[in-house]
């Protein structure tokens, strides 16, 4: 492959595109698809072909537009329309509409909301717009020219100072500057490094990963051979959950498309660059997102954790150095050297560059994908974006960072979303789920739902997670019952304390969290719940003996 | 010619020592005679960290790090008995205790348990922390062992032992978190393993009386003299 | 020291005893102290204990040491009684502290307990007493689970020497570091 084949390829795609008149696009991600968006493009299909427009329109299947909620989405690109809720029995009619030029009314979803308007696209550009599953639709939108960029016109060190000076953050959760991370692995010694894609998205209510995979997961390839060459490493891993199929499914495609194209394998365009990818499947483990126990999932081992350090940037994969991100953060990379990292740092806060894809979910009228640049407020997400509180109730607490992240009420709701300030008051940023709660939940009863989940996501292996996340969610059991008393409280504090600051990784660290931001701004909630006396009855048969009396 | 070492100066509750790069905080603190407590840790093991009693704390470092497996650092200022320290250790043992179904006065390791130690040492006298009881199996189908989860506390020594020393590979973990067992081969009754070499290395590492060596409780001192009358009738019927 | 003599005896220190579920070996040690009872006596006044003859436990003890889990809801009111007319309360043995042997039915429950004992293994009239018994209940508990303690003396038996120990530094009004002379189990 060179610049000049990949230009070819574009040009031909671009000319194949420009040959029809009208593009109709069919959301085939797993929203969609589960509300049998597969059926309404076969229908598309017959009455394309029924009107004998085949010539002129095209049917195409492409990935998540955002609005999950009004699934099935087809949008007509030619004409900037959008339609929700789509059913095999519209095709007719909105094949019809083509010519009129006239919207289909009870299907129309406007476009100038602001949950369309407000965002920023970046790494979601061509969610929704491409199909996912050819290459040249990603090589016609500019794709892989960053990486011929990186590999041809720029030495090592120059490719991390771009990330660097873009100023990207590890979109995990956690935060950590990805140039950093990629500079310690580079200068790490060893002839063998790995280069891991992070994609066990875990945390109930997030799917943003799962959508930049199904939809676009070229630039995932794309980002982490630029990565690989940057850092020097000729092997890489997608880690994956098996609970993706879709996901795994376009995976598969894409590699294969681009080891066809020559983009991943050996002297990739013609540069001493070797780089192969390898798809490992987790079996449904949250704390496999751990890199340390991702790691040794995919050793072959038990995903557990181990202490750092040594980071994996110093003794990763097989003890070699390895660099582990997380899907969005590699497909913000080839933007990235596209456009250059000045242009990145542009869009954002100081401290928190660039956009970030939110799952909203829970209490909202507009569940879905977002993608916003960093230091828009929770209102403007909730309110504007996600259209408020359905039914009327009233907003209590957002909830974000999935089972490690907090819940933040109503007083923070213009705070800008960054990095620091979500930690400032309790939560993280996490890997981008944000479940909004109205008036009708009770807090108490949230935090137990995470500490759940932490409990039986906890690997077992270091004392104060294992243990810890029972008592503290058998305390909380206790408290939701009215058998709790001052002293059950207290220990829940201490334990809280205690597990947070002596487990081995962030799954236990961060499993107080929600217990925590709750008891910082609910706190009368669960004083409300406690009882004087904790003594348990009984057996009961009093009747035996009465009898016997 | 071994390796060149590289010595590291460090502090550890605040005395100057030394160590060798490659050696861990707790190697160098016990060369010093200063005390850290551990369970899951044991020389001749691969380090494991997953108790969390070795936790120190180290300046600069806003998090705890185990002891057992972070290496020596040249300037490193390490504390190891603070009074936060002090209370997580406890807290740990707390945990521990009210797991499973520890009954010191009953359990044949009464008097040489690491675990009970630990109490003392840390100066538990109760556990603050409610109990679980949570209802366990017993595998006493080997003929010379036995595996009592209810006073098992997760250590993996003897699964360490048996991969890394006899190289057997019997025993592992299976399950998460709470529900986290010891297992011999795929779950398989120990008496029936094909793997298990029985040389009781595994009992001999087990800090609590989680693996036992069969023929030491009291039940067992049962004697069998009733062979006798058999022999004597069946020499008499001979004659 | 003759004319110290009767202040002293006012400020004898009203001790009690008492027995919930355990199986005494608590009192047994206490009573190891042998000889060094005698010590005690002229410091202490024994005011409740099934070792001496009082039917009612009284209003105002200094010191209680308590021998024996929470098991049933007589054990329960006691405890409860005892705790508001006592200083300071002392569990005494593993039963009181840990629930130790009579906890080892936690985790089968109350009912399957009865069941095996007075049915599954019974050979003759197979039935659960319910006559003039307190009932069991569902989970034992240690003492510290359902009042507060403030001493705690771990060991199946704790020895003689523990016992004499903390009873000493009580008595001096000191508190006694327990860690050092017992622990769970022996």
Known sequence: MTAEELETIAQEEREACGRKKHHLHVCMAAGCLSSCSDRVKDALEAQVKAAGLEEHCQVKPVGCMGLCAAGPLVSVADQNVMYKEVTPDDAAD????????????????????????????????????????????????????????????????????????????????????????????????????????????????????????????????EGMAIAAYAVGASRGYIYVRAEYPLAVKRLKIAIRQAEKQGLLGHNIFGTPLSFEIDIRLGAGAYVCGEETALIASIEGERGQPRPRPPFPAESGLWGAPTLINNVETFANIPPIIRQGGQWYAAIGTEKSKGTKTFALAGKVNNTGLIEVPMGITLREIIYDMGGGIPDGKKFKAVQTGGPSGGCIPEQFLDMPVDYDSLVKVGSIMGSGGMIIMDETSSMVDVARYFMEFCMTESCGKCVPCRVGTVQMHDLLTKIIDRKATVRDLALLEELCDMVRNTSLCGLGQNAPNAVLSTLRYFRNEYDELLVEDDAEPALADAGAKENAS | MSAPTTVVSLKIDGKDVSGRADETILDVASENKIHIPTLCFLEGLSGWGACRLCLVEIKGSHKLLSACVTKVAEGMEVTTDSPRLLKYRRMVVQLLFAERNHVCSVCVSNGHCELQNLAQVLGITHIDIPYRYPTLPFDASHDLFRLDHNRCVLCTRCVRVCDEIEGAHTLDVMGRGIDCRVIIDLNEPWGSSQTCTTCGKCVRVCPTGALTRKGTGVAEMEKDDQFLPYLTRMRGSQS | MSAQEPAAAVKKVRIATVWLDGCSGCHMSFLDMDQRLLELAPLIELVYSPLVDHKEFPPDVDVTLVEGSVSTDEDLRKIRMIRGRTKILVSLGDCAVTGNVPAMRNPFGAAATLDRAYNENAQLQKQTPTLHLPTLLERVRPVHEVVEVDVFVPGCPPPADAIFYVVGELLAGRTPDVGAVTRFGR
């Open chain 1, 94 to 221: 909105i094949v019809g509409a083509l010519k009129t030029q006239q919207p289909v009314q009870r299907l129309h979803c406007r476009m100038d909301v602001p949950f369309f308007a407000r965002q920023k696209k970046i790494v979601l550009e061509n969610c929704g717009v491409i199909d996912p599953e050819r290459i040249e639709e990603y090589i016609a939108a500019g794709g892989y020219t960053a990486l011929h960029q990186a590999l041809t016109s720029m030495n090592t060190a120059e490719v991390i100072a771009e990330v660097s000076r873009s100023g990207l953050r590890g979109r995990g959760g956690a935060g950590y500057p990805t140039g950093l991370k990629w500079s310690m692995v580079a200068k790490a010694g060893g002839a063998t490094k790995y280069v891991i894609c992070n994609a066990d998205e875990g945390d109930p209510g997030a799917f943003m990963d799962r959508s930049v995979l199904e939809s676009d997961p070229h630039r995932v390839l």
